[in-house]
């Protein structure tokens, strides 16, 4: 009995040990937000005479505890949900909001048929969708590992499959000379461990030159790392070394350009639209890119920092996976190997964040995280305490697919909505045995 007013904060869902919260006689306004389902503590919830609108989430009948839930004299409207909590509760608990429909126990009107079936039937196709992209990957993998066995390739021939730049010696003047002296004009990105200009060698090619932050120690075993790994990996989806530049005072790694700069820019801009076929074909690129470090090389190569900042994208949209500062070859005796160099927070493993154990699967792990974002278009760190973007994921399935999809897709495919789902269908494997769940799992939570 405040004069409280605007919405109800989303942060209010980290309150997952509330057992009681009366907010009544006040003057709330908005939707009640789905964070809600995350507060599985709450046993008494009374939101009545505000000016609440909006639907009453489904996703609240998790809510397993909750024994007293009143929304009375408030703006909301649709359907009354009736799992979990809701089956015990009285009309009384929705009296003046008349724009409720649902069970007849409520007192108030039925649902429309048809509206309801509509809404069901989108939800259904959207899971369908989403748990298709989920597991996409995984037959793409083991399909270019069954062609590459029946092909008989070996890595050497991984350089015949694309067109390569002829290595070359280049200067400390002449890379001065491409990039304008390095002019800020020039600039085109900030690393760990310095940055990245834009500059063009005599012959035209265009060219990224990574420059080495030399005040920091790690910076050297950085470039070192990158020296080491990029001089012997061929493949089109990583992104092309040129050759390197070095002296006691200066250290630059010459890279292939990318003129349409990081899946991370085109994914959060707001002058970019990435529709459904982009990113998968966008995720497809970077799984075989992990597939020939992980199989594809003499001695396997951890990347260490997958993220969306590291795929980059060239003049067609073709991804190349990038920055390999942290990265880590295996011995031909090891499985695992350990690290006092850590990832970007939100992709990493546990046993990698907590132990500083790596290997492959760590690989897969931040591949998932990827995976899920580019989907959802949810950055991993954005989740406050234990919750992670999985968890959020998973706690959203499949009541509430509709939140956890991109709101842009959602707009974006409207009608075409199946012809999207057809072009999963096509690549998806039709085997009623698969175990999606345990799959999905698998993919995301490494084993030791």
Same mark, same amino acid.
């Given at each position: 009995m405040n004069q409280f007013s605007n919405g109800i904060p989303r942060e209010i869902g980290g309150l997952q040990n509330l057992e009681n919260l009366s907010s009544r006689h006040n003057k709330l306004q908005g939707a009640i937000p789905d964070s809600m389902i995350y507060m599985v503590g709450l046993e008494f919830l009374d939101l009545s005479h505000n000016n609440i609108s909006g639907i009453i989430p489904k996703s609240l009948e998790k809510l397993l505890k909750l024994k007293y839930f009143n929304v009375s004299v408030n703006k909301l409207y649709g359907e009354i949900p009736s799992g979990g909590p809701f089956k015990k509760l009285s009309s009384q608990v929705f009296i003046h909001s008349e724009a409720l429909c649902g069970s007849s126990r409520f007192s108030v009107p039925p649902c429309p048929t048809s509206s309801k079936h509509k809404s069901n039937r989108k939800k259904l196709l959207v899971l369908f969708l989403l748990l298709g992209l989920a597991i996409l990957f995984v037959p793409i993998i083991f399909a270019f590992l069954w062609i590459r066995?029946?092909?008989?390739?070996? &890595?050497?021939?991984? $350089?015949?499959? !694309?067109?390569?730049?002829?290595?070359?010696?280049?200067?400390?003047?002449e890379l001065l000379q491409a990039t304008d002296d390095l002019s800020e004009s020039n600039l085109i990105g900030f690393g760990s461990f310095g940055s990245v200009y834009k500059g063009f060698l005599?012959?035209?090619?265009?060219?990224?030159v990574k420059v080495f932050n030399l005040q920091l120690d790690a910076a050297f075993r950085s470039f070192d790392t990158e020296c080491e790994v990029l001089c012997s990996l061929r493949h089109r989806n990583l992104v092309k070394f040129i050759t390197s530049c070095s002296n006691l005072d200066f250290k630059a790694l010459v890279l292939e350009h990318m003129p349409n700069g990081s899946h991370e820019k085109h994914l959060y801009s707001h002058n970019y639209f990435l529709d459904i076929r982009q990113r998968l074909s966008?995720?497809?690129?970077? $799984?075989?890119? =992990?597939?020939?470090?992980?199989?594809?090389?003499?001695?396997?190569?951890?990347?260490? /920092? @997958?993220?969306?900042?590291?795929v980059l994208l060239d003049e067609d949209m073709v991804s190349h996976l990038s920055d390999f500062g942290i990265s880590k070859l295996l011995g031909e005796d090891?499985? /695992? *190997?350990?690290?006092?160099?850590?990832?970007? =927070?939100?992709?990493?493993? #546990?046993?990698?964040? @907590?132990? %500083?154990l790596v290997s492959t699967k760590c690989d897969v792990y931040s591949y998932g995280v990827m995976l899920l974002e580019t989907f959802t278009r949810r950055k991993p760190n954005e989740f406050? %305490?234990?919750?992670? =973007?999985?968890?959020? &994921?998973?706690?959203? =399935? #499949?009541?509430?697919?509709?939140?956890?999809?991109?709101? +842009? @897709?959602?707009?974006?495919?409207g009608s075409r909505l199946q012809k999207e789902l057809d072009v999963v269908a096509s690549?998806?494997?039709?085997?009623?045995?698969? +175990?999606?769940?345990?799959? !999905?799992?698998? *993919?995301?939570?490494?084993k030791p």
């Open positions: 066995y029946r092909r008989g390739k070996r &890595v050497p021939q991984q $350089a015949d499959s !694309f067109s390569t730049v002829t290595r070359e010696r280049i200067s400390y003047y005599r012959s035209g090619t265009a060219i990224a966008i995720m497809i690129d970077v $799984a075989c890119a =992990l597939e020939y470090l992980h199989h594809g090389c003499s001695s396997p190569v951890i990347h260490c /920092d @997958l993220k969306l900042s590291n090891q499985g /695992d *190997l350990y690290t006092k160099t850590l990832a970007t =927070l939100g992709y990493i493993t #546990p046993e990698y964040g @907590l132990e %500083g406050e %305490g234990d919750l992670s =973007l999985k968890q959020w &994921v998973s706690y959203s =399935l #499949p009541d509430a697919v509709m939140d956890i999809v991109d709101a +842009n @897709l959602e707009t974006q495919m690549v998806t494997p039709h085997n009623s045995g698969y +175990n999606i769940d345990h799959d !999905f799992d698998a *993919l995301l939570i490494p």
